[in-house]
């Protein structure tokens, strides 16, 4: 229960598609600042600190330690500077969290689509067809051997 809050904590009470655009419009602004304002960025404690901000930022929205792990290659100087990785990771986020929300949804109707199947064989059901453990009790011997030569001789015709 307690791995369930805690996940449920780290992303906000938004649907999907909210977060997936927010992640998506912050990774796209913050790759297009670190190629259009580098010599600020480019600045080791600056662009650290605001690198870790970003991640912080874009680990609330998404959840994803995948992404925050591929996230941390903007601490690797000039090659993280160069690589568009919050955007990168944020599609592979958006890639995997839809397939998964697509799977999830497939085998709800899967099942939903049993228990449609269940109700509506229950409502066909005759209920003369079906056995009374009261009146199969209080038939004579006479009467339960004919019903058993009857079934017998149906199923060898």
Do not use: C
């Amino acid at each position: 229960m307690e791995l369930i809050s805690q996940k449920k904590s780290n992303q906000l009470d938004l649907p999907f598609e909210v977060r997936a655009t927010a992640a998506l419009g912050i990774s796209i602004v913050v790759d297009a600042l670190d190629y259009i304002g580098a010599p600020l960025f480019a600045l080791p404690v600056v662009g650290d600190v605001v690198d870790a901000i970003v991640m912080a930022i874009l680990y609330r929205l998404t959840g994803s330690k995948t992404s925050a792990a591929i996230n941390s290659i903007e601490f690797i100087p000039l090659i993280g500077d160069m690589v568009p990785a919050y955007t990168i990771s944020t599609l592979l986020w958006i890639l995997r969290a839809s397939t998964k929300r697509k799977n999830n949804d497939s085998l709800q109707m899967t099942q939903s689509n049993h228990a449609g199947s269940i109700r509506r064989n229950n409502e066909h059901m005759d209920p003369r067809n079906t056995l009374d453990i009261d009146t199969t009790n209080q038939e004579s011997l006479r009467t339960k051997a004919m019903r058993l030569y009857a079934t017998f001789r149906s199923k060898v015709q």
